[in-house]
């Protein structure tokens, strides 16, 4: 693989061995890319962008995709926003980052707006409402198998296996069935993970 060219250096966050791996050609690529995934995402984008960067086009390992994600799902805004916007930085700064951003939302967004316009005329037929009530179906199926898919990576992790099953199960439990507040969940949870993940390190 040919060097980057002197314009676009690789972020100092890029280790030696990313930087050996496939990677964006250019910012057009970038666009194109996330775009291309954008439009898949019927139903819920995330478990494309995981099959399209990690699977597909080997931008990010495994671990990686579960790292940026945990701390998309964190920050403010749409998840899979923050996630295009960090991947697009990894590799060209704040301008992969706008243009991560562009390619997720620019024609998705043309397309969501005539989708709108077409409920709103035919939302009282009842096909349209089953079509809807099986696209969710859909979308929580396809997000359930990302995350048993995700889960091996789970075995490299400084947080020991039977701990990272305990939290994510008390997650489950907090939010699904007691309908706990996220802004006391996320703390609890994520605060007990940060503490055996720096034991882990540290030993």
């Not at 984008?45 to 790292?67: A, C």
């Amino acid at each position: 693989m040919t060097a980057p060219p002197p314009s676009a250096p690789l972020p100092e966050a890029v280790t030696a061995d990313s930087a050996e791996r496939p990677r964006p050609r250019s910012l057009g690529d970038l666009f194109v890319s996330f775009t291309l995934l954008a439009l898949q995402g019927f139903g819920g984008v995330l478990p494309v962008v995981q099959r399209e960067i990690v699977e597909r086009k080997r931008w990010l390992t495994h671990e990686e995709f579960i790292e940026d994600w945990a701390v998309a799902q964190i920050m403010p805004g749409p998840n899979v926003v923050n996630l295009a916007m960090m991947i697009g930085a990894r590799w060209f700064g704040l301008a992969g980052a706008l243009t991560a951003i562009a390619g997720m939302i620019a024609l998705p967004l043309v397309v969501v707006l005539l989708l709108a316009a077409v409920h709103a005329r035919y939302a009282d037929k009842l096909a349209v409402a089953g079509a809807l009530r099986g696209m969710a179906a859909v979308s929580a199926g396809m997000i359930a198998a990302m995350g048993l898919k995700l889960s091996g990576a789970l075995v490299k992790n400084p947080v020991p296996l039977p701990w990272c099953i305990a939290i994510g199960a008390a997650g489950f439990v907090l939010l699904a069935w007691l309908r706990a507040p996220l802004a006391w969940v996320l703390p609890a949870l994520g605060g007990l993970g940060c503490v055996l993940a720096w034991r882990g390190l540290r030993a």
